[in-house]
């Protein structure tokens, strides 16, 4: 581990296990590691590490350290029990499924945010559904439903032209997203998988044909936009995410999507949402993502970003000022 000059206090990740986080692709790695560029030290905790005793959340937190530039995150010292107030922020950096044990650690996060910085916000974690807080936004989205009946699955389908997409309600990196074709004769059998024979929501939403080109990550922090890379899907492929395939390319912000970055600020930031990533399929916002976004190696290799030019470096650009 580097040596630190000029200590600037402790800083925790909510993250999962050490071994998942990879050097070349995962936007928490650059984010620890600029935190040790900067002068922090970076602690992290897992789920079952997060602990209540009485009011007081509390953390079995581990200080990390980077052996070299590029290497795996390490435990730098012993893991010690200790209040989230002693942070000067918690970064929640936990992949989803948002199951009952994700909610769990928010409702200790919520215990802690009257005492120290928690980012992204526990409240807004809960409260924004990924696929579905696109609808306070209706003149940027393609139309969506919420279903689980099958007939109303086959009445949407028909009033999107006989062409959809079906999408789990706590879907994520591209699992279980099917496409949904009149004729097809495997219909019911996809309408009964995406809705379990009836007993859980699905969404269908309209096909848009520019999917075949790719979809576009835009990362914002603190509601304005900082960069963007297309996720392009492999041939024969509809996902675009990368966990299911999809490559990264170089692109630049549309008017469209700068519009639709503006609209979508002073809502991120009202529900304290700092961390966000947006989807956009050709002219539509199809996913508002706040639990742990990715894309930050990505925009920075195919940029050649380097320094303070890098996605981490203006992640704590934005961030240091609100440090308490």
């Known amino acids: ?22 050097p070349k692709k995962d936007s928490s790695y650059l ?21 209540l005793r009485g009011a007081e959340a509390v953390a079995r937190a581990v200080p990390l350290g980077l052996h070299e530039p590029g290497a795996p995150l390490a435990p730098s010292g012993d893991p010690q029990v200790r209040p989230l107030s002693s942070f000067r922020v ?36 809960r409260d924004l559904s990924e696929k579905l807080a696109i609808l306070d936004f209706p003149q940027f989205i393609p139309r969506t439903f919420l279903l689980r009946n099958i007939g109303d699955l086959r009445d949407a389908l028909a009033e999107l032209g006989g062409q959809m997409i079906l999408k789990p309600v706590f ?3 591209g699992r279980e997203v099917l496409i949904a074709r009149e004729g097809d004769p495997n219909l019911s059998t996809l309408f009964e998988l995406a809705t379990r024979d009836g007993s859980t929501w699905t969404i269908a939403q309209e096909f848009v044909p520019a999917a075949k080109l790719g979809d576009k990550r835009i990362l914002l922090v603190d509601g304005e936009p900082i960069g963007a890379v297309m996720r392009v899907p492999a041939e024969g492929e509809l996902r675009n995410n990368f966990h299911a395939g999809g490559s990264p390319a170089l692109t630049q912000l549309s008017a469209r999507d700068r519009e639709i970055c503006a609209a ?11 961390f966000v990533g947006i989807d956009v399929l050709g002219e539509f916002l199809t996913e508002i993502n706040v639990t742990s976004p990715t894309g930050m ?28």
């Not at 581990?1 to 071994?19: Q, S, Y």
Request: aromatic share 8%.
């Open 264 to 274: 979508l600020g002073p809502f991120l930031r009202e529900r304290g949402q700092f």
């Open 31 to 51: 984010m620890i590691a600029e935190a040790l560029r900067r002068g922090y030290q970076p602690w992290s905790v897992e789920l079952p590490g997060l602990l």
């Open 171 to 173: 879907g994520f990196g």
């Open 297 to 324: 190696q990505e925009i920075n290799r195919l940029g050649g970003l380097t320094g303070d030019e890098t996605m981490q470096a203006r992640f704590w650009a934005a961030l240091e000022p609100r440090l308490r």
């Open 1 to 22: 581990m580097p040596t630190v000059k000029h200590a600037r206090g402790d800083v925790l990740f909510v993250l999962d296990p050490l071994e998942t986080i990879h």
């Open 90 to 125: 918690v970064v929640m950096r936990k992949d989803p499924p948002v199951d009952p044990d994700f909610v769990t650690a928010t409702w200790c996060l919520d215990r802690a945010v009257s005492h120290t910085l928690v980012i992204n916000q526990p409240q807004g974690l």
